[in-house]
């Protein structure tokens, strides 16, 4: 038998494999990097769990739940194949040929962007081992003890024939030392790779294509004895004639996945299958794993994380970076379950703190959006249910009650789910208010009785006396209530009106009510003039009687004069001929025996006063204006 130093596939396996798979990889990818220890210390007893948990999730989920992603971070125009994702940190480590030989690499894991990001996303991958001259780590696996390892590796001096051969070593502080061959019968003449040692350190699985096996390539199990040495390589009973490799056995001892490449069913190239053991040497038939992670390319090295809800693997598919490359298959996380919380409250009286009698109007909407959203419930109460964390808007008004309302920071967790937050109206008041004044005589203040009365109810009258000085008044008055207010002063017109106070939806509704009166029995009159004229026109002569005798008999009674112009002309001039007009109509009122202290003003605005701007003729006047009586 040749000499085996060359790395390649070929002088390795000659005419064993059918398919144009990466020369190196077969041969020296390293098995998967589990953890397990190698007479360091005794192994932890491992934690209960349900059998490649993380594996069935995948496996099956439903199609539209998987996410696959090639782990381009890491990735090389090498061949990058068999990882370890540590369950302390999250950090990676996988072989790869990027430098010429297999050397293995590690990288960090990063954290996600956000809660939204599942990818996986890793530092700057660098070397971690390295062995000297041509020398190549094929394979490495660790116990769960995070110190016993087992190493494929190829080209060493005290390997048999300068071969591929088996190795223990330890994974003490971040390092890979202590390689020892352990020697046959594991080791032999032949290839042997692709180590996996079990969790508990109590199997180690292998490949090799020995003497005496059933094909090219066929996977092997050895149990550790209770004196701690490995017992004799037993060849696996799903073995064929084809090729069987890369082994990786789960948690529970009993799941082994693997790759082969002459086993029915198969997609193309090398598939991924899994097996179960029945028995001590009694496995049920391979089930190929299907698309969620084969391909009609070969896919290798199928490796599930301790704390991952992933499975990854190598495979040579189309649009990789180079030969092989990493990928990660996993679950995406449904989105988390919605979480509710109920936002409740009474609507109460502010002063009694009791439930309103009259039924609210209530407006609930979300505060960022003004979404509006309905009540649940009827009366002077809210109930709203509103996802966990949002902020609400709840206003509320009812008649006579001053509207309010509250913006509720709903909880952030269902640890309270239902907050209660009652909301208070105030009772609203009204008043109306205003002033007596006389409207003849530019509005000036009046003393005087008002009344207010109720127009149903059945309630009593009330009066107030106006300000002197300024003729004001007020009343407080309920809402929804119509009222009659009227005064009566000697020598002037009586008034009389309703007012209808609303609904209040304020602390003070304030009603304003002006009163103007005007003077009795006596009218004034307007005579008009001839263009650029101030004397009075026989026909406007007619208009004046009547208002001499009404005055004459109303010894009280004060009016004034006032003259006015069209808008030709200067001011200067329409200012003098309207106060000659005014003057004219004043002594023909003294002519007529008119008491000349009744006079209270005569004067004249020019054209400032139009009636009509389109209309001259309305314009030319004089008016007389009753505006009040003398006490």
Not at 23 to 39: D, E, H, K, M
Not at 147 to 166: E, F, M
Not at 400 to 428: C, F, G, H, K, R
Request: hydrophobic share 35%.
């Amino acid at each position: 038998m040749a000499e085996r130093t060359s790395i390649t596939l070929d002088a390795f396996w000659p005419n064993l494999v059918p398919v144009p798979i990466a020369r190196i990889l077969l041969l020296l990818v390293p098995a998967f990097l589990t953890l397990a220890s190698f007479g360091v210390r005794p192994l932890a007893a491992q934690p209960a769990s349900v059998p490649d948990s993380s594996a069935n999730k995948v496996l099956n989920a439903a199609k539209g739940d998987v996410r696959f992603e090639n782990l381009k971070d890491l990735n090389s125009l090498g061949d990058d194949a068999t990882m370890f994702v540590s369950p302390a940190d999250g950090s990676i480590y996988f072989t790869s040929s990027r430098s010429g030989k297999q050397v293995l690499y590690s990288a960090k894991r990063l954290a996600p962007t956000d809660d939204k990001d599942h990818s996986a996303h890793w530092g700057a991958p660098s070397v971690f081992a390295e062995l000297p001259d041509k020398q190549n780590i094929s394979s490495l696996s660790i116990a769960g003890d995070g110190v016993t390892a087992v190493v494929g590796i190829c080209n060493r001096p005290d390997a048999i024939l300068q071969s591929c051969d088996i190795y223990q070593g330890q994974f003490i502080n971040g390092k890979l030392d202590n390689l020892t061959p352990l020697g046959a019968p594991i080791n032999s003449e032949w290839w042997e790779g692709q180590p996996c040692i079990s969790q508990d350190g109590q199997l180690l699985f292998f490949a090799s294509d020995r003497k005496g096996g059933r094909g090219g390539i066929d996977i092997y199990m050895c149990s550790k004895s209770v004196d701690g040495k490995w017992g004799a390589p037993v060849n696996l009973s799903f073995n064929t004639g084809g090729n069987e490799l890369s082994p990786f056995i789960a948690s529970d001892n009993q799941t082994l996945y693997f790759a082969a490449n002459g086993l029915s069913g198969g997609m193309g190239g090398y598939d991924i299958y899994v097996t179960h053991r029945q028995g001590e040497n009694e496995w049920t038939e391979p089930k190929n794993l299907g698309p969620a992670v084969n391909s009609k390319n070969n896919d290798l090295f199928f490796y599930v994380p301790q704390n991952d809800n992933s499975v990854y693997f190598s495979s040579d598919r189309p649009g990789g970076n180079g030969g092989y490359d990493l990928y990660r298959v996993f679950v995406q996380p449904p989105p988390p379950k919605p979480i509710y919380v109920t936002l409740t409250g009474r609507i109460l009286d502010a002063e009694t703190n009791q439930p309103i009698t009259s039924r609210p109007e209530i407006g609930i909407s979300f505060s960022n959006n003004s979404q509006a959203l309905s009540n649940d419930v009827t009366g002077p109460a809210y109930s709203v249910k509103v996802l966990a964390g949002s902020l609400v808007h709840v206003s509320a008004g009812a008649e006579n009650y001053v509207s309010n309302s509250l913006e509720i920071q709903a909880p952030s967790t269902d640890a309270q789910p239902v907050m209660t937050q009652d909301i208070t109206l105030a009772p609203s008041h009204a008043r109306i208010f205003g002033h007596v004044t006389n409207s003849y005589e530019k509005n000036a203040p009046m003393k005087a009785t008002v009344v207010l009365e109720q127009l149903a109810g059945g309630a009593p009258p009330v009066s107030v006396q106006t300000d002197p000085a300024t003729g004001a008044f007020s009343f407080n008055v309920n809402p929804l209530i119509s009222y009659r207010i009227s005064t009566n002063v000697p020598d002037f017109e009586p008034f009389e009106d309703k007012i209808d106070v609303p609904a209040a939806r304020e602390k003070l509704i304030s009603i304003q009510k002006e009163i103007r009166l005007t003077p009795v029995a006596v009218q004034g009159f307007v005579i008009y003039f001839d263009v650029d004229k101030s004397d009075i026109k026989p026909e406007e002569l007619a208009k004046i009687p009547r208002f001499i005798e009404q005055v004459k008999v109303n010894p009280s009674v004060r009016f004034e004069i006032n003259g006015h112009t069209d808008s030709t002309g200067s001011i200067a001039y329409n200012q003098a001929l309207s106060e000659r007009r005014a003057k004219s109509v004043e002594d023909y009122l003294l002519g007529q025996l008119v008491p000349r202290e009744q006079i209270a003003v005569v004067q004249g605005y020019g054209k400032s006063h139009q009636l009509d701007p389109n209309d001259l003729a309305k314009n030319r006047r004089v008016e007389v204006r009753i505006v009040g009586r003398k006490d």
